[in-house]
């Protein structure tokens, strides 16, 4: 019998650019369409736990994602399955500015391709509760580029990678 699920997770990104650790939360949705096969989409934000500073000001970045992505399920044993996930999606890069004298702060808002792959294990905890951790990668399109006095201070996506902990609730799908 084929199912559907949803997850909530807690996310923790992070990756070459120099923004640091990026925090925040997940959402994904999936059905089965096959034995192996699934469709999944949901909606990721991360943002800066605190400001980050550097000479000319402090910048407070985060960015706010939906994908949507096919994957393949394999049963590892009767209470583990291992998902892969590829896929793609838009999101919005954001970073608020508080400039140091003699500059000016500056807010910004950038629309941004995704490219994306996850890798979930699933531990089932009760008949329609399981566990989920995992790893994911995303690429942006183009990358975020946060610019401070105009030099870049931070960048985000080259590659975006994240941790993932989560519980997912998941039910069979209605017989037709």
């Known amino acids: 019998m084929k199912h559907h699920g949803l997850l909530v997770a807690a ?66 044993g009767s209470r583990t399955t291992l998902r892969l996930r590829l896929g793609g999606g ?13 500059y000016r702060s500056a807010s910004d808002f950038q629309p941004i391709g995704m490219l994306s792959a996850t890798l979930t294990l699933a531990v089932r905890l009760a008949p329609r509760l399981s566990a989920h951790g995992g790893v994911g990668i995303d690429v942006l399109l183009p990358p975020l580029s946060i610019r401070s006095g105009g030099v870049e201070a931070f960048a985000i996506g080259r590659p975006l990678l ?11 799908l209605a017989r037709r």
């Open 11 to 76: 996310n923790v990104g992070g990756g070459p650019g120099g923004a640091g650790v990026l925090t925040g939360l997940e959402l994904t949705g999936w059905r089965e369409l096959g034995r192996r096969l699934e469709f999944a989409g949901g909606l990721t934000g991360l943002v800066t736990p605190g400001w980050r500073s550097d000479l000319r000001g402090s910048i407070l970045l985060g960015l706010v994602g939906g994908r949507a992505q096919l994957g393949l399920r394999w049963q590892l």
């Open 90 to 102: 838009l999101a919005l890069g954001w970073a608020v500015g508080r400039a140091t004298s003699p």
């Open 162 to 172: 994240r941790g993932l902990l989560g519980l997912a609730w998941d039910w069979p």
